[in-house]
């Protein structure tokens, strides 16, 4: 009964991780792209511009969600 609990919070836990990789990324990206759409960025500097800011946003994004995520557990 405990090794089964443990690995269903395994499997939770790997489950939030890579669904906070999606979303962070994806909202990394598409707030990339409205930075530098509104900053008039195009073609090819634009698109490079875009893929630098996004990583770094996507980055950041999934810090944070990693430390919401231990947060939520500690709370469990």
């Known amino acids: 009964m405990l090794v089964a ?8 836990s790997l489950i939030l991780r890579l669904l906070a990789i ?8 598409l707030t990339a792209w409205w930075i530098v759409s ?16 996004g990583m770094v ?9 990693v430390a919401l995520i231990g947060a939520l557990k500690r709370g469990r």
């Open 5 to 12: 609990t443990c690995i269903q919070e395994a499997v939770f």
């Open 38 to 53: 509104s900053l008039g960025g195009t073609g090819v500097g634009g698109g490079i511009a875009s893929a630098m800011i």
């Open 57 to 65: 946003l996507a980055l950041l994004f999934w810090i944070a969600a």
């Open 22 to 29: 999606v979303v962070c990324g994806g909202g990394g990206g």
